[in-house]
């Protein structure tokens, strides 16, 4: 597969890197900042199914590890996989959260863009839920 453009989208977040890690990787807690996933309907292991906006996907995620790396395959209901690469990054007593957006096969610059807002969004709400605990 060749080469395709990318964006890193990040946010700081004033909690400690287990904090955050905790929460981002229990996959039950992408309903609350990952809009466009929907509720979680079960899982199998690291395979978790979820009600998205435009039917149901399968996310596989990462195993727990001491490294921060959050990465995770979205299956959307077409078939197609989409692969997150998230990690989260201790910075002084905070967080940083990095997301890679990867632009899809064919994708103009302006879906690229909106999905890049959708993303900055998502984050935001992430921040905003972590800091209010």
Known sequence: MPTTDS??????????????????????????WASGLGQPLGNEGSVWRFDGENGPVKVRVTEPNAYGVLDH??????????YVPMRAVANGTG????????????????????????VRRDLARLKELLEAA
């Not at 964006?7 to 981002?24: A, C, G, N, T």
């Not at 979205?74 to 989409?82: A, Q, R």
């Open 95 to 118: 967080t940083d959260v990095q997301f890679t957006l990867f632009r899809a096969p064919g994708m103009n610059d302006e879906k690229f863009a909106t999905d890049a807002e959708w």
């Open 7 to 32: 964006k890193m989208i990040s946010v700081s977040i004033q909690r400690s890197l287990h904090h955050v890690y905790d929460f981002m990787a229990r996959p039950a807690s992408f309903a609350r």
């Open 73 to 82: 395959y979205v299956e959307l209901p077409d078939g197609s996989e989409i």
